[in-house]
């Protein structure tokens, strides 16, 4: 018979740390999708605390204890998986265990070297007043590197649940849809908590209400005098523009050539790529197409 296994809290966990994880991704690296991108980084680590006091308090199936697996038995069910004479698990199964713990670890990394860039490269968040311009760079590329980790990891667990689903008949991803599974019922979890979800929900809506009424981070992209600034070393006093940090990491991947380019001439001639500089607008540069034609780039 169809027995509850995974509690509403846990189901909805699941999936909105799917959509945090999704919408983050699609919304990196990209100034006016920032709001957006910071929100679903906190909401990520939101429902990662959430996730951690569920695996003690939650549901049969939810708790830590339901599914403490060694690194060895999580490593040996991989094995017996593709042999093809692996058990089928009601809760957590010890490779899907394994998936579970590294993705919440992730998720942390993710989002706390999220934070320290957003300090960093914006001089916004929570962390703002103790990130100095060049540690946001250097957190830039671990946040990056993590990121890549998660998303690696996603993709093994989407082929695990795709490898037990065929391998036991049964659809695991509507298993975690509807909380339900084919089992005896004495198996069957209590409660499906409603209580607790509706909490849960209740405290994501108020946060999002909060960030987006106001709190949400903005992307400085055209307070280019701000970002300046904030890439200068406060011991230091830059004589020019183009000896801070921030135009240099704007302008590294020009090449010699386009500098001394007759059109160019020099680091200093900012109206030759940035159109509107003499209104103070330096997005939106394109060198001179004449330069670049000359050049083969792009
Ligand atoms: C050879 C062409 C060229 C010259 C000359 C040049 N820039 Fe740039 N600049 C660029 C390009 C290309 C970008 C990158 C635009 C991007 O990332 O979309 C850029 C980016 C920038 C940005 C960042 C804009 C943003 O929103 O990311 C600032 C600020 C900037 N330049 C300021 C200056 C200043 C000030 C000068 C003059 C001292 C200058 N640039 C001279 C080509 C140039």
Known sequence: ?????????????????????????????????????????????????????????????????????SLGEGLGYLKQVLAGSARRHLGHNPAGSWAVYLLLGLAFLAGSSGLVTLAGQEGQGPLAAWVPYASGEVFKEAHEAVVNAMLAMVILHLAGVALESWRHRENLPRAMLSGSKAGAPEAAAPSSRRFSALFLVAAIVAGGL?????????????????????????????????????????????PASVWHSPRVGSKANCVACHQNAERGLFVGAAIPTDVTAKLAMR
């Open 1 to 69: 018979m169809k027995i509850l296994v995974w509690d509403l809290p846990t189901r909805l966990f699941h999936w909105l740390f799917a959509a945090s994880f999704v919408v983050a991704y699609l919304s990196a690296g990209e100034d006016n999708w920032l709001d957006v991108h910071v929100f679903s980084g906190y909401l990520m680590l939101v429902l990662l605390g959430f996730r951690l006091v569920w695996g003690f308090v939650g549901g049969r199936y939810a708790r830590f204890s339901s599914f403490r697996f």
């Open 210 to 254: 909060w960030y987006f009424g106001g709190a949400a981070v903005t992307a400085r992209a055209h307070d280019a005098g701000y970002k300046i600034n904030r890439s200068i070393d406060p011991r230091e006093t830059p004589v020019r523009i183009t000896a801070t940090p921030y135009w240099k990491g704007k302008h590294e991947y020009i």
